[in-house]
């Protein structure tokens, strides 16, 4: 006798709080306290304080724990390493590599034959600072679409750190100023330096100091990183400095030599933005997938169903309708905030 396996609406639901597994109890990336949590990543639009249980990676416990302090990062967190699963009241969960920021994982949840796949934030080209995106067959595909429209398709990161580069041979008298999020993208930057072969020191704004710390105390490479802090502005001629995008309006970056302002972020396709914030020298890196990764993506999954939880939910629907799958729109509250967070962050 051949059992047919639940449909996944079944047994995950969107409440008020967010996606919750009913049979396995918990909720992924809850928006507000829950009793047990699975935490894709750290960023703040998916990784709150507040839980009673949080299961994660190593690396996303490390960056809850110093974000929000040992005690509101969960009393009951539990570690899962990519790959390792765990049965969670008869689900079997796996945290399978998702290529966004270091630790960040799609949660894999497969009950009584049929299997979700909540991929959190996710992008598929290389990042010399976590493993890359796995694919992993399934029933239901749960993706974002932050970048879900044909217009944004991302550069090659190598040719917009070129940029870089050259502006400051250009400039040998001003800094270098990069605005870039506190938490994925900083490390990022200064990783794809390093490998363009930039070897000087990096200077960093205060706001940066800690998550670049964890990361090289996780194992990730970044060279020589030095505060900005107590420095003379001479001293900062010819040199790269990162700091929060906050910080690029801002007094603080008074104390630099006729900075040349840079942002990095998916957004500064759209000069408007750019504009925005004052940033003479837009640089296209995004840690989220692009239009033809996330089409890609779907392709690769081979789900018959794809549940859409914020971004430009309705292209990207429309695509997967075009291509026989089953879309539905989930609009989880509180998503896509990241790309503000450096401005509340202190
Ligand atoms: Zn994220
Ligand atoms: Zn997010």
């Known amino acids: 006798m051949t059992v047919t396996p639940p449909h996944p609406q079944t047994w995950l639901r969107v409440t008020d709080r967010g ?8 909720h992924v990336d809850p928006a507000r306290p829950v009793e047990r949590a699975v935490v894709t990543h750290g960023h703040a639009d998916h990784a ?16 809850m724990a110093e974000r ?6 969960g ?9 390792e699963r765990l049965d969670v009241n008869g689900v079997d969960l796996r945290l ?36 890359p995106f796995e694919p992993v067959s399934c029933d239901v595909f749960i993706t974002e679409a932050t970048f879900g429209l ?16 050259a502006a400051r041979a250009t400039f040998p008298e001003r800094a270098l100023l990069i605005g870039a ?33 964890l990361y090289q105390a996780q194992g990730v490479d970044l060279g020589e990183l030095r505060p900005v802090a107590g420095l003379d502005k001479a001293a900062l001629a010819g040199e790269i400095v990162l700091a929060p995008p906050s910080a690029l309006a801002d007094r603080w970056s008074r104390r630099l030599p006729e900075p040349l302002t840079a942002m990095a972020s998916g957004w500064m396709r759209v000069r408007q933005r750019a504009r925005q914030r004052n940033v003479e020298l837009p640089l296209i890196i ?6 033809d990764e996330l089409t890609r993506t779907l392709d690769d999954v081979g789900a018959p169903e794809v549940w859409i939880t914020h971004g430009s939910e309705e292209a990207l629907a429309h695509h997967a309708a075009g291509r026989g799958l089953r879309a539905r729109a989930l609009a989880l509250v509180g998503r896509g905030e990241e790309e503000q967070e450096a401005e509340a962050a202190p």
């Not at 996606?19 to 918990?26: I, K, M, V």
């Not at 709150?48 to 960056?63: C, K, Q, Y």
């Not at 009584?112 to 990042?127: F, I, Q």
């Not at 995004?286 to 239009?291: G, L, R």
């Open 19 to 26: 996606l919750y597994c009913e049979p396995g109890d918990f």
């Open 48 to 63: 709150r304080p507040g839980h009673g249980a949080v299961l994660a990676t190593p690396a996303t416990l490390a960056i």
């Open 68 to 73: 929000y302090g040992e005690a509101a990062a």
């Open 75 to 83: 009393p009951g967190r539990q570690a899962l390493d990519h790959g």
């Open 96 to 131: 399978v590599p998702a290529g966004h920021v270091l630790g960040s994982a799609q949660a894999v949840l497969e009950w009584r034959g049929s299997r979700v796949v909540v991929s959190g934030d996710y992008k598929r080209r290389p990042d010399p600072t976590c493993p």
């Open 150 to 165: 044909p217009v944004f398709r991302h550069p090659d990161d190598a040719d917009e750190v070129a940029k870089i580069l």
């Open 181 to 213: 999020y506190a938490l994925g993208k900083a490390q990022r930057m200064l990783a794809l330096l390093r490998r363009a072969g930039y070897d000087r020191p990096v200077y960093l704004h205060g706001a940066l100091m800690r998550l670049c710390a």
């Open 286 to 291: 995004s840690d989220h997938a692009d239009w």
